[in-house]
């Protein structure tokens, strides 16, 4: 019998390197969720030079908002492969794909204003939306892997860092391109080739594997589960998109339209994603300490009331509003992410995957409709009716919270 069990030890500890339990269950890792929460800020900084620079390319390719708008669906694109990304990660040890994340897209999103043509465009955002998609998909679960048992507080980290990263991206594109233009801002790619090296030292010893995935082996997926799940994720996905998208994409030429510069309009959505910072630090961390259900839905009355409140305001009135719209646009995201992944810890990065493949799905085929209606009517009326839908998230989260009672009960 002893060495039955010893052998099963010896199987497990072959097909999937397990680390002490009590690191990976209980304590918080900071050497790997700082080195993944980097990884994501580097990544996301450079994906933060599209919004500002939309309108530029715009203007260069005499393309429409709807044409233009219509490029960052090829961004989006491969984020359909997240859910096979983050399966694979589950049983192969893909960090590779965390570190290099920084360096690719710094590379492709720095050479972008270069384009010549809407297809060579098309091209380079397929390049950066793939090493954008392998890096949501398992950056995520292997960083709540580290969190300990402060799931929320992990999770933060992430999108923190990821909104910082992309809200400096913002400010980094339309400063360089006034200093520089747009032929000099390849040498802006430098950065991500020393954040990949910093990256590879930090989780050099890092596995994403799960510790589950002898059982995966032989126990097929609850698919039954997933679907009951994620259908009302889905439907708070669907009635968030159109805020997302004309908060991020089009923000800047809705500002634009307003009568603000470059400058300003870039600053705008900078501000909002530095607001996000510190709402998706306290959502996240309350989170943790209250119902994850509840803060979602909070946030989500919060979020519309100060959109609506936004179309009635001019001048610097608009700053501290825009303030509190990304405290709490931003904040609803590491919750949403716990939510998902604490039911299916067995399969972390691939409900991750799943969950972001979803969301990105959403938001890009939320793009050409925002794009779509600004043409024909303006920015602010489609601002307006992306507010106008957002409440309805709340039937969503009364759905999850009804089942996760009947799990309970059961």
């Known amino acids: 019998m002893e060495k039955i069990i010893e052998n099963e030890t010896t199987t497990l500890e072959i097909n999937s390197p397990i680390p002490n339990s ?3 269950v209980d304590l918080f890792n900071s050497r790997y969720v700082g080195s993944i929460a980097l990884a994501h800020g580097v990544h996301d900084l450079y994906a933060g030079f599209l919004p500002p620079l939309l309108p530029i390319m715009i203007e260069k390719l005499s393309l429409s908002n709807l044409g233009g708008g219509s490029l960052t669906l090829f961004f989006s694109l491969p984020s359909l492969l997240q859910p096979v990304i983050g399966s694979l990660a589950d049983r192969r040890n893909l960090k590779i794909l965390v570190i290099l994340a920084p360096f690719i897209t710094g590379v492709v999103m720095t050479l972008l204003g270069l384009s010549s043509t809407p297809l060579m465009m098309m091209a380079m955002l397929v390049l950066a939306g793939l090493s954008s998609a392998s890096l949501h998909a398992i950056g995520p679960a292997l960083n709540s892997k580290h969190a300990g048992k402060k799931l929320g507080r992990g999770m933060s980290f992430w999108v923190n860092a990821g909104t910082l990263g992309y809200a400096l991206g913002t400010l980094v594109l339309v400063s360089a391109y006034d200093l520089l233009g747009l032929s000099k801002l ?38 039954g589960r997933i679907l009951r799940f994620m259908v009302p994720v889905v439907f708070i996905i669907a009635t968030r998109a159109m805020m997302t998208v004309t908060l991020s994409t089009y923000f800047p030429a809705f500002l634009l339209e307003r009568g603000a510069s ?70 609803a995201m590491p919750v949403l992410m716990v939510l998902v992944q604490e039911g299916f810890m067995e399969d972390r990065a691939f409900i991750n995957g799943l969950f ?41 989260m009364v759905w999850i919270h009804r089942s996760n009672k009947s799990s309970r009960l059961v």
């Open 22 to 24: 009590e690191s990976e």
């Open 186 to 223: 390849p040498i802006l790619a430098i950065l991500g080739a020393v954040a990949s090296l910093v990256i590879w030292h930090g989780l050099k010893d890092a596995n994403t594997c799960t510790g589950e995935i002898r059982m995966q082996k032989s126990i097929p997926r609850d698919w």
């Open 262 to 331: 470059t400058w300003v309009s870039g600053a705008g959505i900078s501000l909002i994603y530095m607001a996000g910072v510190f709402g998706s630090y306290i959502a996240g961390s309350l989170s943790d300490k209250f119902n994850r259900v509840k803060i979602l839905a909070i946030v989500t009355i919060a979020l519309f009331s100060f959109m609506m409140v936004f179309l009635q305001i001019n001048n610097w009135l608009q700053i501290p509003v825009l303030f509190l719209i990304g405290f709490f646009e931003i904040a």
């Open 356 to 396: 972001l493949s979803l969301n990105f799905v959403g938001t890009s085929l939320a793009v050409p409709l925002v794009g779509r209606l600004a043409d024909l009517y303006s920015f602010q009326t489609t601002f307006q009716l992306a507010a106008y839908i957002l409440p309805f998230g709340l039937i969503g």
